[in-house]
């Protein structure tokens, strides 16, 4: 779970991906597009909860464009401060397929 005003970020990709690190598992590919996209710096309300408005019309990059049948993968990373020595936590990742 994400603490409290935590801060971090989505990121995603159409790729899938699994990289061990030390805090947790990075889910997120970028072999097709050679990276992979993240939203702006956002921070997790009261309860842990984060989120972002994806706009799969106007990407922030014309690799970042989603097409209608595609897979993409997301994941938020943020931000945890583990004993007073701060690390990246990473959430289990979503796969969402978009409709035409």
Known sequence: ATPPFA???????????VVSTPNGTLCIGGTTIGF?????VVQSDSLGNA?????SAAPPLPQLQVNA????????????????????????GLAVTFCP
């Open 7 to 17: 801060f971090g970020a989505f990121l995603y990709s159409p790729d899938q991906q």
């Open 36 to 40: 992979f996209g993240r939203s702006d």
């Open 51 to 55: 989120q972002f408005v994806f706009d």
């Open 69 to 92: 049948g595609e897979t993409w993968y997301f994941q938020y990373v943020h931000r945890d401060f583990t004993d007073g020595a701060p690390s990246f936590r990473y959430s289990d």
